[in-house]
Nanobody, 127 residues
Framework: VQLQASGGGLVQAGGSLRLSCAAS????????IVWFRQAPGKEREGVAY????????FYAASVKGRFKISRDNARNTVYLQMNSLQPEDTAGYYC?????????????????????WGQGTQVTVSS
């Protein structure tokens, strides 16, 4: 399995970016994708999750209402649309994946559940 993250960049506060995570190597649509982010000096945190098989989603409280995760099964790609970006959203963003059915709400942000990771893409929001 390989994950290719892209779409990061520099944007002003209030702006938008769309990240992409292209997955290859899965043999079915029963897998899950999550976006994590890590800012300098901070722990990595789960941002958004999607079950590729049924489209179920979860979000961190800090991004709910501003970010939207979606998938295009035909392209094996998951997107993270980020709107109303703030300087505190500045971080390296990583997509990660695991096979199987959807996760429950209390588990989706556990890093240890995801064996596959992309290389990360930097998002910088200027004030």
């Amino acid at each position: 399995v390989q994950l290719q993250a892209s779409g990061g960049g520099l944007v002003q506060a209030g702006g938008s970016l769309r990240l992409s995570c292209a997955a290859s190597g899965f043999t079915s649509d029963y897998y899950n994708i999550v976006w994590f982010r890590q800012a300098p000096g901070k722990e990595r945190e789960g941002v958004a999750y999607i079950s590729v098989s049924d489209g179920s989603t979860f979000y961190a409280a800090s991004v709910k209402g501003r970010f939207k995760i979606s998938r295009d099964n035909a392209r094996n790609t998951v997107y993270l649309q980020m709107n109303s970006l703030q300087p505190e959203d500045t971080a390296g963003y990583y997509c990660a994946a695991r096979s199987g059915y959807r996760l429950i709400a209390s588990a989706w942000a556990e890093e240890k559940l995801y064996p596959y990771w992309g290389q990360g893409t930097q998002v910088t929001v200027s004030s």
